[in-house]
């Protein structure tokens, strides 16, 4: 079964940037909205990021004007930009690609730490 494959987390200063990727394992196709979540211990997952295949985009308050969420549409990619990182974003991020049309899939990644030390 095809997964979604999530790359660049890592250790990072406060004020530091990360770039998270997020590819498919195998062919995937007719992919709608992408979406990043985070979750870290004790809290449920959160929504930080989705974008559609026109390219729009969508952010909690918390992230906006820091995160970009990015996409490559032939690649069925999506890309997480992170700046100015704050300690309470320190979390495991997860990449979601939804598929609307019949089969109705929900792709998943296995999550990419990021720490962000103060």
């Known amino acids: 079964q095809v997964q979604l494959v999530e790359s660049g987390g890592g250790l990072v200063q406060t004020g530091g940037s990360l770039r998270l990727s997020c590819a498919p394992s195998?062919?995937?196709?007719?992919?709608?909205?992408m979406r990043w979540y985070r979750q870290s211990p004790g809290k449920q997952r959160e929504l930080v990021a989705s974008i559609t295949s026109g390219g729009s985009t969508n952010y909690p308050d918390s992230v906006k004007g820091r995160f970009t969420i990015s996409r490559d549409n032939a690649k069925n990619t999506v890309y997480l930009q992170m700046n100015s990182l704050r300690p309470e974003d320190t979390a495991v991020y997860y990449c979601n690609a939804e598929r609307q049309i019949l089969p109705k899939t929900n792709y998943w990644g296995q999550g990419t730490q990021v720490i962000v030390s103060s």
């Open positions: 195998g062919r995937i196709f007719n992919i709608s909205t």
